[in-house]
């Protein structure tokens, strides 16, 4: 079983930073692949990025790309989100998620474990 809980959400202004980390519990997250998402009101659960088990790999959707960054410490059980050059569009909900796939899809029942997601507001 893996619990995963998120946290740095905040509201900051455009052209800000922030640090994501999604804290997970459990001898198995070495072993999962790890995905970003977010939501935006009134829109769909949108792919951010996601990491391979070992931390090698990563991708990322285009809106986001060149701007944050994903990395993972498997000794702490944690993975990272670096939010450089935020835009008030980035505001949403941002959940992480574990997988035994590398994958990007949305549907959330291809995932093992959901974070609880923290707000993330970006005021122009």
């Known amino acids: 079983q893996v619990q995963l809980v998120e946290s740095g959400g905040g509201l900051v202004q455009a052209g800000d930073s922030l640090r994501l980390s999604c804290a997970g519990s459990?001898?198995?997250?070495?072993?999962?692949?790890m995905n970003w998402f977010r939501q935006a009101p009134g829109k769909e659960r949108e792919f951010v990025g996601v990491?391979?088990?070992?931390?090698?790999?990563?991708d990322y959707a285009d809106p986001v790309r060149g701007r944050f960054t994903i990395s993972r410490d498997n000794a702490k059980n944690t993975m990272y989100l670096q939010m450089n050059g935020l835009k008030p569009e980035d505001t949403a909900v941002y959940s992480c998620a574990a997988s035994s796939r590398y994958q990007k899809t949305t549907l959330a029942s291809n995932y093992d474990y959901w974070g609880q997601g923290t707000q993330v507001t970006v005021s122009s």
């Open positions: 459990g001898r198995t997250f070495s072993n999962k692949a």
């Open positions: 990491i391979s088990p070992s931390g090698r790999i990563t």
